[in-house]
T-cell receptor
Framework: AQSVTQLGSHVSVSEGALVLLRCNYS??????LFWYVQYPNQGLQLLLK??????LVKGINGFEAEFKKSETSFHLTKPSAHMSDAAEYFCAVSGGNSGTYKYIFGTGTRLKVLA | EPEVTQTPSHQVTQMGQEVILRCVPI?????FYWYRQILGQKVEFLVS????????KSEIFDDQFSVERPDGSNFTLKIRSTKLEDSAMYFC????????????FGEGSWLTVV
């Protein structure tokens, strides 16, 4: 079955430091991949998505992610963390083996930004 | 920007009671979904709905759950007899029909079963 794995349920970085949130997918057919952010007591907001165009995808708030087929990865990065980036981040997959539109979410990574 | 709206934002109900969560998807979208998130856990797929019928459902979506599109704008999730373990945030979402299209989520309805 199609799935995503997010390594690290909690990540802490200092303000201004690089943010790296890891996501690996399982699918023999390249799927569509997404990163969503959830601020406390709020819904899910799309950061960026990969849909088989450019492998380096730029999103909102300075985030980007690179699709690496050889590593089955779609890690999320941001060069310089800001206090406002503190939130939970979810990687999601759709399409691929399943051929469906629904998303399968990872378990999430809570990002803490230290002053 | 168009958005998915959900009501109520928070509902407290007694175990065994019926609950209906309501959603207004984005107007030109054709695919509708319900997801749930138990506190501190991941977002889980419940059901997708297209062309007035369920297109896919998870094993969570058992006989106590049902969905309906009663008119041209609303999309509802009914839980017939709530259990304590149904306490969660329920997200409605919608998307256009093509694979890879973004799914837009509402702000969620927080259900507490006591």
């Amino acid at each position: 079955a199609q799935s995503v794995t997010q390594l690290g349920s909690h990540v802490s970085v200092s303000e201004g430091a690089l943010v790296l949130l890891r996501c690996n997918y399982s699918s023999s057919v390249p799927p569509y991949l997404f990163w969503y952010v959830q601020y406390p007591n709020q819904g899910l907001q799309l950061l960026l998505k990969y849909t088989s165009a450019a492998t380096l995808v730029k999103g909102i708030n300075g985030f980007e992610a690179e699709f690496k087929k050889s590593e089955t990865s779609f890690h999320l990065t941001k060069p310089s963390a800001h206090m406002s980036d503190a939130a939970e981040y979810f990687c999601a997959v759709s399409g691929g083996n399943s051929g469906t539109y629904k998303y399968i979410f990872g378990t999430g990574t809570r990002l803490k930004v230290l002053a | 920007e168009p958005e998915v709206t959900q009501t109520p934002s928070h509902q407290v109900t007694q175990m065994g009671q019926e609950v209906i969560l309501r959603c207004v998807p984005i107007s030109n979208h054709l695919y509708f979904y319900w997801y749930r998130q138990i506190l501190g856990q991941k977002v889980e797929f419940l059901v997708s709905f297209y062309n007035n019928e369920i297109s896919e459902k998870s094993e969570i979506f058992d006989d106590q759950f049902s969905v309906e599109r009663p008119d041209g704008s609303n999309f509802t999730l009914k839980i017939r007899s709530t259990k304590l373990e149904d306490s969660a945030m329920y997200f409605c979402a919608s998307s256009e029909i093509s694979p890879g299209n973004t799914i837009y989520f509402g702000e969620g309805s927080w259900l507490t079963v006591v």
